[in-house]
Nanobody, 122 residues
Framework: QVEPMETGGGLVRPGESLTLSCPTS????????VGWYRQAPGKERELVAV???????DYADSVKGRFTISRDNAKTSIYLKMSSLNAEDTAIYYC????????????????WGQGTQVTVSS
C-alpha cells in the first residue's frame, strides 16, 4: 500500500478554518471507504470522518457540523475542511484510505503516513 501524504496543516487561531488534503487514486475512490483520523498529545488516535465510495459520510460527534470530508470530481484527492476550530482540535491528522466496518464500528486497515500537524491557539 502507498503511504498517504497529508498536507495542509498549520497554526490557526480559535474560530478559524483549515482544509487538509490527501492524494488518492480513482481506483481507491471507487472501491474503498476513506477517512481522516487524528491523534492529540497523550491521547489515542481517533476517527474524525469517513467517506464511502458511494458518497456517504460519517463524523465523530465532536466535529459534526464543523468538519466536512469530501473528494474532488477526478477522485484524486481527499479533503477535510475544518471550520470553527478550537483548541481541542489540536492534533496530528492522518488520512487512511482503507477503512472497514465490523460490528457497527469503523476500523482502519490502510497504511499510515506521517500526518499533518494542526495547532489551534490564540
Amino acid at each position: 500500500q502507498v503511504e498517504p501524504m497529508e498536507t495542509g496543516g498549520g497554526l490557526v487561531r480559535p474560530g478559524e478554518s483549515l482544509t487538509l488534503s490527501c492524494p488518492t487514486s480513482w481506483r481507491i475512490a471507487r472501491s474503498n471507504v476513506v477517512g481522516w483520523y487524528r491523534q492529540a498529545p497523550g491521547k489515542e488516535r481517533e476517527l474524525v470522518a469517513v467517506l464511502t465510495s458511494g458518497g456517504s459520510t460519517d463524523y465523530a460527534d465532536s466535529v459534526k457540523g464543523r468538519f466536512t470530508i469530501s473528494r474532488d470530481n477526478a477522485k484524486t484527492s481527499i479533503y477535510l475542511k475544518m471550520s470553527s476550530l478550537n483548541a481541542e482540535d489540536t492534533a496530528i491528522y492522518y488520512c487512511n484510505q482503507d477503512i472497514r466496518r465490523r460490528d457497527g464500528r469503523w476500523f482502519s486497515a490502510g497504511s499510515w503516513g506521517q500526518g499533518t500537524q494542526v495547532t489551534v491557539s490564540s
